[in-house]
């Protein structure tokens, strides 16, 4: 079976564990990671949603916090602060700098994004092939209005400096209109058996990978069935910020409200499948009404074999939309 994932970061990179862990040996799964969330610090190219699901499949993931490396130490930004060159809010390790040296280095040599991803991961082997969403600079930008009037902030300020604290007022992709799929991605898709949307957050994960042109229109075309698993349970974020960034684009903060929001296939959207959470059980009949197969089934990714389970539902559902 060749599945093909859509991912952001923790809750994707977490979940894609768990399909790991779920599929049968000889299984291919690809993973189109979302770039969006991508800056430029201290002079280097940082991809926090590739790195994260490149750190937790590949056994480096600092389990705790869910980003970063494991051990990590703190010399080079302690060093940075003294010599007063921030920002001091986002937080880079030792052993992080590395990666984003490696990943700058092969920029700057000419190397597109999907090629150093693939040299990175030779190191790391995470079970998954792992594709930039695209080769080219986007990144999510946030409006917001503060104490410093109406303004647009990157998305790693609004979520690390800001913690979301402020409403989002709109969400933009900046440079995703003139983007092109990576390399392999639109095959990706088009070759895949089941294509899958984890619990990641719809609007700055998988929203803006779908930003990218020709990506929302081949998961549409897919010949193989589309599911999804819902960032919400009872009504609120796992984890995230998601509820911020769903009011920004006028979307509830339910599990019905999300599936809305991607639409069924059978009226031009995206999904054939969606799970929701047993809290949320009472949205089933919601989801069905809207075109979408929908079962409940538990979504807390509390283990890996708890979260082997939701991916093998998520099988099963388009299993079952397939015929």
């Not at 080769?135 to 009037?149: L, N, Y």
């Not at 549409?220 to 984890?239: E, F, H, M, T």
Request: hydrophobic share 45%.
């Amino acid at each position: 079976m060749r599945i093909t994932a859509l991912a952001g970061g923790i809750g994707g990179a977490r979940f894609l564990r768990g399909l790991r862990a779920a599929v049968s040996p000889g299984d291919e799964i690809t993973v189109i990671g979302n770039t969006g969330d991508d800056i430029h610090l201290y002079g280097l190219k940082v991809c926090p949603d590739l790195d994260t699901v490149m750190y937790t499949l590949g056994g480096g993931i600092n389990e705790e916090q869910g980003w970063g490396r494991t051990g990590e130490t703190w010399s080079i930004k302690e060093e940075m602060k003294a010599y007063g060159v921030g920002p001091e809010w986002f937080g880079l390790g030792d052993r992080d700098f590395a990666t984003h040296i490696v990943r700058t280095q092969m920029l700057a040599a000419g190397y597109p994004l999907s090629a150093v991803t693939e040299a990175l991961c030779a190191r790391w082997q995470p079970g998954v092939r792992l594709l930039p969403m695209t080769d080219d600079r986007v990144e999510t930008h946030v409006r917001i209005t503060d104490a410093d009037g109406p303004r647009v902030v990157h998305f790693q300020e609004y979520w690390v400096r800001l913690h979301a604290a402020v409403d989002a007022e709109a969400i933009v992709p900046v440079g995703a209109d003139g983007a092109k799929p990576a390399p392999g991605v639109l095959e990706a898709i088009a070759g895949a058996d089941v294509v899958v949307l984890p619990p990641s957050n719809p609007v700055v994960s998988i929203g803006t990978i779908l930003a990218v042109p020709g990506i929302r229109e081949a998961v549409a075309a897919a010949p193989g069935p589309v599911v999804g698993l819902s960032p919400i349970v009872g009504g609120a974020p796992v984890r995230g910020m998601a509820d911020k960034v769903l009011a920004a684009v006028g979307v509830e903060t339910t599990a019905a409200a999300v599936a809305r929001h991607y639409g069924s296939r059978r009226s031009g959207g995206l999904l054939d499948g969606w799970l929701v959470d047993t809290a949320d059980a009472a949205s089933v009949d919601q989801v069905t009404a809207a075109g979408i197969a929908c079962r409940a089934v538990p979504l807390l990714m509390t283990s890996v074999e708890a979260t082997a389970e939701m991916a093998r539902a998520a099988l099963e559902l388009a299993a079952e939309a397939a015929k």
